[in-house]
């Protein structure tokens, strides 16, 4: 799962902020089984789970990049996935992200998940 998130970055590097010609590439790449989706019927439902991370809220702080989410939505939807690791301090502040992200694992009888900061565990 964490290649449609990588995926999903080279695609935004070339349609920029056309977010319809994002979501259109990665369902064809998803079609056409360039990427496989393990654990969802369609790559809809990631978009679905990324919309509720990146909700705006009236401090930018708080807020969730569309391309952050997503790759967020990838490790949740990973059944195996137990930690998501990371740099950014949004998602490792925002107790509301980790909250959303928790009950949609629960809601799909999945363990809770862990967001760390890569720099405490290198220890840097």
């Known amino acids: 799962m964490p290649a449609f998130g990588e995926a999903f970055c080279k695609i935004?590097?070339?349609a920029g902020e056309r977010i319809s010609e994002?979501?259109?590439e990665m369902d064809r790449l998803i079609k056409d089984h360039y990427i496989e989706i393990r654990y969802l019927k369609e790559g809809s439902d990631l978009f679905g789970i990324a919309a509720s991370l990146s909700k705006k809220d009236n401090d930018d702080r708080n807020n969730v990049s569309p391309m952050d989410a997503l790759i967020l939505a990838?490790?949740?939807v990973d059944k195996e996935c137990t930690t998501f690791?990371?740099?950014d301090?949004?998602?490792l502040m925002n107790s509301e992200i980790l909250e959303i992200a928790n009950n949609w694992r629960n809601e799909n009888n999945l363990p809770?998940?862990?967001i760390a900061d890569l720099n405490t565990i290198l220890k840097l």
Request: proline share 0%.
């Open 74 to 76: 990838s490790a949740l």
């Open 112 to 114: 809770d998940i862990k």
């Open 89 to 91: 301090t949004t998602l």
């Open 22 to 24: 994002v979501r259109e």
């Open 12 to 14: 935004r590097d070339k």
């Open 85 to 87: 690791i990371t740099t």
